[in-house]
């Protein structure tokens, strides 16, 4: 089975906006179904205001529910990246002390937030012989 999440994030409205983001999540949407044989209805598309974090993490475990070997899976983020201080004391630390996060649409810095070590996890659970291609077009990823 092939799966895909596609987000991509403008920011409209807020100070930080961006151009091309949503532009670029339908972009993939399209070459992944006419170039790479992904089924309509086993690909999702998450965009600015709806792009929130429970939504972003449903969206995840959506991808990686019923995984199985040879299975194709896609994840795309277009939106804005940074760092944040480890504030998870029981996981890895970076030798750096910061985390890579992504910056959904409601993020506020505490738990609205998705971090490197949320993707570590939800992607770590996958079985072997899943391909799995994560595209992060932000900072920091």
Same mark, same amino acid.
Request: include cysteine; hydrophobic fraction near 40%.
């Given at each position: 089975?092939?799966?895909?999440?596609?987000?991509?994030?403008?920011?409209?409205?807020?100070?930080?906006?961006?151009? +091309?983001?949503?532009?670029? =999540? =339908?972009?993939?949407?399209?070459?992944?179904?006419?170039?790479? +044989?992904?089924?309509?209805?086993?690909?999702?598309?998450?965009?600015?205001?709806?792009?929130?974090?429970?939504?972003?993490?449903? +969206?995840?475990?959506?991808?990686?529910?019923?995984?199985?070997?040879?299975?194709?899976?896609?994840?795309? #983020?277009? +939106?804005?990246?940074?760092? =944040?201080?480890?504030?998870?004391?029981?996981?890895?630390?970076?030798?750096?002390?910061?985390?890579?996060?992504?910056?959904? !649409?409601? =993020?506020?810095?505490?738990?609205?937030?998705?971090?490197?070590?949320? #993707?570590?996890?939800?992607?770590?659970?996958?079985? !072997?012989?899943?391909?799995?291609?994560?595209?992060?077009?932000?900072?920091?990823?």
């Amino acid at each position: 089975m092939k799966k895909a999440l596609l987000c991509g994030l403008n920011y409209p409205n807020q100070p930080h906006f961006l151009r +091309g983001c949503v532009n670029d =999540m =339908m972009l993939w949407n399209a070459v992944l179904k006419e170039n790479y +044989g992904f089924d309509a209805r086993n690909v999702r598309t998450i965009a600015d205001d709806a792009a929130t974090t429970d939504k972003i993490t449903e +969206g995840l475990a959506w991808l990686v529910r019923d995984a199985r070997p040879d299975d194709v899976l896609f994840f795309q #983020f277009s +939106g804005h990246g940074t760092q =944040m201080i480890t504030v998870d004391f029981d996981a890895d630390i970076e030798a750096d002390g910061l985390d890579e996060v992504i910056v959904p !649409s409601d =993020m506020d810095w505490r738990e609205r937030v998705i971090r490197d070590n949320d #993707f570590a996890r939800i992607f770590g659970q996958l079985p !072997s012989g899943v391909r799995l291609t994560v595209l992060l077009d932000c900072c920091h990823s």
